[in-house]
């Protein structure tokens, strides 16, 4: 980043604050500000998990308290313990909240018009598009990852979704107790790791990294179908190779099948170069590694198991 780029970002965020009219405390001309009516409009017609809101606006509990407090004291929402844990709150709209949230929905549309209104067609269609392309970046940034035992709930949301999809897609279907790697409980420390990436709160992505002695290997990355235009793959790698690196390894490997050629194309593009096979793992066609760390001629394609065989990997 350089100076250019921080200024250019600021000004774009003084830009969007003016136009859309955050700086005012009657927002959309409603008698509250723009904190309260987004929690009114994120609250929406089926309730919500107090938790799951916090997550999903990224604000702390102290503030949210206070915004729901509010809305609650001016008879738009009820806050209520789940009858299973008192410590699991939902929020919901009454029907004063309901008739709000629909003025709040219509002023925002009108809104939304008025900032289109004064470019021709063509401008709109570019002004639109750039908004989803940064609409797409901004929530990349929201995206957080973090070392989880594989056993972590969230760990076993993203392993059921890789299998699933794998079954799906596989030409032979997908059996991990067949692969190389039957149980994640092999990317456990120390012999592993096995990252989670959240968006909002939700798990939307993992990769485990597998640390035997002279290399380290890439298993089980998957990224869910709606997160997949947010660069995680890329950043999954970038974050498997400095932990690779960081434990003292120079080589970088994974195998895969035929039918992920987005995948294949993502390795080869982050600087993996296809090797022959060096294990007899079931579901693999195609062998990559990549040299990490300023590492020179340790590990690579020739290493074998002494017996002659390759040494047995398991499907990333």
Same mark, same amino acid.
């Given at each position: 980043?350089?100076?250019?780029?921080?200024?250019?970002?600021?000004?774009?965020?003084?830009?969007?604050?003016?136009?859309?009219?955050?700086?005012?405390?009657?927002?959309?001309?409603?008698?509250?500000?723009?904190?309260?009516?987004?929690?009114?409009?994120?609250?929406?017609?089926?309730?919500?998990?107090?938790?799951?809101?916090?997550?999903?606006?990224?604000?702390?509990?102290?503030?949210?308290?206070?915004?729901?407090?509010?809305?609650?004291?001016?008879?738009?929402?009820?806050?209520?313990?789940? !009858?299973?844990? *008192? @410590?699991?709150?939902?929020? +919901?709209?009454?029907? =004063?909240?309901?008739?709000?949230? &629909? %003025?709040?929905? #219509?002023?925002?549309?009108?809104?939304?018009?008025?900032?289109?209104?004064?470019?021709?067609?063509?401008?709109?269609?570019?002004?639109?598009?750039?908004?989803?392309?940064?609409?797409?970046?901004?929530?990349?940034?929201?995206?957080?990852?973090?070392?989880?035992?594989?056993?972590?709930?969230?760990?076993?949301?993203?392993?059921?979704?890789?299998?699933?999809?794998?079954?799906?897609?596989?030409?032979?279907?997908?059996?991990?107790?067949?692969?190389?790697?039957?149980?994640?409980?092999?990317?456990?420390?120390?012999?592993?790791?096995?990252?989670?990436?959240?968006?909002?709160?939700?798990?939307?992505?993992?990769?485990?990294?597998?640390?035997?002695?002279?290399?380290?290997?890439?298993?089980?990355?998957?990224?869910? !179908?709606?997160? *997949? @235009?947010?660069?995680?793959? +890329?950043?999954?790698? =970038?974050?498997?190779?400095?932990? &690779? %690196?960081?434990? #003292?390894?120079?080589?970088?490997?994974?195998?895969?099948?035929?039918?992920?050629?987005?995948?294949?194309?993502?390795?080869?593009?982050?600087?993996?170069?296809?090797?022959?096979?060096?294990?007899?793992?079931?579901?693999?066609?195609?062998?990559?590694?990549?040299?990490?760390?300023?590492?020179?001629?340790?590990?690579?394609?020739?290493?074998?198991?002494?017996?002659?065989?390759?040494?047995?990997?398991?499907?990333?």
């Amino acid at each position: 980043m350089d100076a250019a780029q921080i200024g250019q970002v600021r000004r774009f965020n003084r830009t969007v604050t003016e136009r859309v009219g955050v700086l005012h405390d009657h927002y959309l001309g409603l008698d509250r500000p723009v904190g309260e009516a987004r929690l009114l409009w994120e609250i929406g017609g089926q309730g919500q998990d107090v938790r799951r809101l916090r997550e999903r606006l990224g604000l702390d509990s102290g503030y949210v308290s206070r915004l729901l407090r509010s809305l609650e004291a001016d008879g738009l929402v009820t806050v209520e313990p789940q !009858p299973g844990d *008192r @410590r699991v709150r939902t929020v +919901r709209l009454t029907e =004063a909240g309901r008739a709000e949230h &629909a %003025v709040l929905d #219509g002023r925002s549309d009108e809104l939304a018009g008025s900032l289109l209104a004064p470019l021709n067609t063509a401008q709109r269609a570019r002004l639109v598009a750039a908004m989803a392309e940064v609409d797409r970046l901004l929530t990349a940034t929201t995206v957080t990852l973090d070392v989880v035992d594989p056993g972590h709930p969230d760990a076993r949301h993203c392993l059921r979704s890789y299998v699933t999809e794998m079954r799906e897609r596989f030409e032979t279907g997908f059996d991990p107790t067949r692969s190389l790697l039957p149980d994640a409980g092999g990317l456990r420390a120390p012999e592993g790791l096995f990252l989670v990436a959240r968006l909002h709160g939700e798990p939307v992505a993992c990769a485990g990294l597998k640390l035997p002695p002279g290399t380290a290997e890439i298993k089980r990355m998957w990224v869910a !179908p709606h997160a *997949r @235009r947010l660069g995680l793959g +890329r950043r999954l790698l =970038a974050e498997l190779e400095a932990r &690779a %690196v960081g434990h #003292g390894r120079g080589v970088l490997r994974l195998d895969t099948n035929k039918v992920l050629g987005d995948a294949i194309a993502l390795y080869r593009s982050y600087g993996f170069e296809e090797v022959p096979a060096f294990n007899d793992e079931p579901y693999a066609h195609h062998w990559f590694e990549k040299r990490i760390g300023g590492a020179r001629g340790s590990g690579g394609a020739r290493d074998r198991a002494p017996s002659g065989r390759p040494a047995k990997r398991s499907l990333s």
